[in-house]
Every structure is written in C-alpha cells, then in structure tokens.
C-alpha cells in the first residue's frame, strides 16, 4: 500500500490530548476558542489530566510551577558556557534540554510539572543570556506566565500584556500529532526518560516547515520594510524563484488556522500599543494578496512573530518561544505515550539497487 507523502492523514494513533478534526482544534473536547481565556496552568492541568482542576489544584499546580522556576547553579554555569560560542538559540535550547537531562536526573525531581517549569526558566535564561543580561528571579506573588514574561523581558509586564500573553501560550500548548510532538512521541515509545524525548522534539521544532516559520516571517517584514520593496513584489518575485511565504499554509487546516484567526486580534493591538502598526499593516497586505493568488491563509506563525517583536525579543529567539509555550503539549503526549502507546517502528520500502555483488578488497591490486 502507497502511504501519502509526509504520512499527511494517517491515523498511527489513539489520544485524548487533543484533536484537530474538521479543521476544529480542541483540548480534551473544550474548543480553543473558549480556552484562549483560560489560565495557563488550568490548560496545563487539562491536557495532562483530561479534565479542568479544582480551584485548590489549580493554585497548587500553580505554586510548585513558579517555585520551581529556578535552575541549579550549575546548569546556569554550563548554560552560559555553551553562549559564549555565537550559536542560533534553538541550538542552545537544544543542548540546553540535554543538560538539563544529566544536571537533573534524579528521578525525584523528573516529575513532569518539574521539568516544565524548568525548560520555561531555562528558555528566559537564554534569551538573557544571549543579550549579555542578568538573570531575573521569580516573584512568588505571580502566576507563571506573569513570572515567565519577567524572566525573559526583566520587566514587569502589565495585566494587559499578561492576558495577551496567557492566550499565546494556550493557543500553542498543544497541537496534536504534529511534526514535533510526533517525534517526541517516537523517542517515548522506546520509554526513553523525559529529556531525550523533549530534546528530539526541539530539534524536530527547529526547522522553518514547523516551528522555525515565525523566525522567518518576521524576518521577510523586515526585508520588505528596510528595502521599501511592495509586499505584492516581494511574494511574486519569491514564489517566482519557487520559494515560499513563511507563515502561510497548514497542512490540516486549508480554509484557515483557527488559532491566527485569534492571534491577528493581538498582534493588531500590541502593535498599536507598541508603535509597530507599520509592521502589521504590511501583514495585511501580504495576507489579501497571498489569499487572492493562492487561497493560502496565514497559520500560527504569522502572526506570533509580531507579538514576540512587540515584546522586544530578538527574531532569533522566536522559535525558542515555540518550545516554551509548547513544551507542556509534549510532556503529555510523552506520558500518554509512555502509559498506553507501544514501540513505534513503521516500514519502508526499497527502491535502491538489488542483486549487487561486493568485489571485495584483493580485486584492487
Ligand atoms: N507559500 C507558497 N506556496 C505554498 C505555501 C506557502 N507558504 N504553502 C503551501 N504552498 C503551496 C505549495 O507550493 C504546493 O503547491 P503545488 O501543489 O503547486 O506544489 C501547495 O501549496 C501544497 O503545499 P504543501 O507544502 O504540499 O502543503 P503541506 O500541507 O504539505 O505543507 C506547510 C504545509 C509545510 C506548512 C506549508 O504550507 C509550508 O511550507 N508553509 C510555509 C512554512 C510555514 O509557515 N510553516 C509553519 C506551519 S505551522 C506550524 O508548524 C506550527
């Protein structure tokens, strides 16, 4: 049997994580829609348990994150070893998660919310460290995404900029068996520990089809404005060299993601909050051409690499932001897989050359 290309619409699996079905995203059957208004940490406890926390659980899941939102000395030490080398952040994020691996492999402390409040420390701190900056500590009174906001920026964020925060983070936990999930969940399926499985998934997120794009669209808004090139030029003169447009096009939802539908609403007012409307005019008029010439919608991406801009971060920490926020959609495809998935090993088939015979090494001489 031919297997679509990029297995695009095979089922390998069962999950009660999330679904995209009908072009429909929802968390444990709640639409996203009504999610993107939830506390981080409630969504949190959602995908890991299937179900909304009591408010007791919620301020309980929400003290052990945010104390645990410190990373050891040591894996500080060895963090700002690895940035001395000028590297692309998801590199260090990368090594960064395998650190954390060997720095932190008490199996006590390997507790999933654990590990989560970690990767997000360990992300604030590279994006500090990259800018040569102290590294903040959290504030006990503060929800996580307060605190993660304060760890990366070394600001206190505003409530308006915490709200638009909170739904970024939601609307990207999870996202079913995408490329970089689907990796984690291989690595787990092998019942490798924690980190392994979340250091392939940041690999797997790095590149510019999956979490990379956002790196990459605001890296073209840039170019269009810096060289006053007509965003209509810009596209034709890229899909003429048979190149593509960054942020546009899913591979599940083709009539648009409803997660940008969302995201354009915040990135259109922290724009204007923040004096970057040029930024998102531009977006507009590349998203009614790319519709008119291709019918391709913008997906998450496009939109997230305004409001990280908005934020003040660097566009080569954007991806790394990816991880963040999706960080907690990966540990509960990798406890699901752990507890009910088996080895994932598929086939292929060959189609190289056959019946060869090896010379052997006398026939040389
Ligand atoms: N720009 C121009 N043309 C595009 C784009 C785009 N962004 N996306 C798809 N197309 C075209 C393809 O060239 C192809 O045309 P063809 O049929 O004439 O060859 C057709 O649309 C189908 O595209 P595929 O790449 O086959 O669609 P697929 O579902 O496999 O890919 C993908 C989806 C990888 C996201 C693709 O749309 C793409 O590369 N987009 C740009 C990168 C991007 O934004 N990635 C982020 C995705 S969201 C995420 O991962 C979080």
Not at 210 to 233: S, Y
Not at 267 to 295: C, G, P, W
Request: a neutral charge; aromatic letters at 8%; charged letters at 20%.
């Amino acid at each position: 049997m031919k297997l679509p290309e990029g297995l695009a619409g095979v089922v390998i699996s069962e999950t009660k994580i999330s679904s995209t079905k009908d072009a429909i995203l929802t968390y444990a059957g709640y639409p996203i829609q009504e999610l993107s208004q939830a506390p981080y940490e409630e969504v949190v406890y959602l995908l890991w348990h299937k179900k909304l926390p009591t408010e007791t659980q919620l301020t309980e899941v929400r003290k052990q994150m945010v104390s645990d939102m410190v990373l050891p000395d040591e894996t500080i030490r060895l963090m700002k070893y690895i940035a001395l080398e000028p590297q692309h952040p998801m590199s260090i994020l990368r090594t960064t998660v395998s650190l954390l691996g060997t720095t932190h492999n008490n199996p006590k402390r390997d507790e999933p919310l654990r590990i989560l409040s970690k990767m997000l420390t360990a992300i604030a701190a590279i994006i500090r460290l990259r800018d040569n900056q102290e590294l903040m500590k959290v504030n006990p009174q503060w929800g996580v995404v307060e605190n993660f906001m304060y760890l990366f920026t070394g600001r206190c964020p505003t409530s308006q900029q915490v709200k638009m925060f909170n739904t970024v983070m939601v609307l990207h936990a999870d996202h079913e068996f995408n490329a970089s999930t689907f990796t984690a969940r291989v690595v787990a399926s092998t019942q490798a520990d924690y980190y392994s499985c979340l250091t392939a998934a940041v690999c797997a997120l790095k590149g510019p089809l999956h979490g990379g794009a956002n790196e990459q669209v605001f890296k073209m808004l840039e170019d269009i404005r810096t060289t006053g090139q007509k965003p209509i030029d810009y596209v034709n003169e890229r899909m003429a060299a048979g190149k593509k447009i960054m942020g546009f096009g899913h591979r599940i939802y083709k009539d648009g993601d409803p997660r940008a539908k969302i995201l354009r609403g915040i990135a259109e007012q922290i724009a204007e909050n923040t004096n970057n409307s040029v930024y998102f005019n531009l977006q507009e008029q590349i998203r009614d051409y790319m519709f008119e010439k291709t019918h391709l919608h913008p997906n998450v991406d496009y939109y997230t690499a305004l409001i990280y801009h908005c934020l003040g971060l660097d566009k080569s920490t954007f991806t790394t932001m990816f991880a963040a926020c999706r960080t907690a959609g990966w540990l509960a495809h990798i406890m699901e897989q752990q507890a009910d998935g088996c080895l994932i090993r598929p086939s292929s088939e060959y189609v190289g050359p056959i019946n060869r015979h090896y010379p052997g090494y006398e026939k040389e001489s």
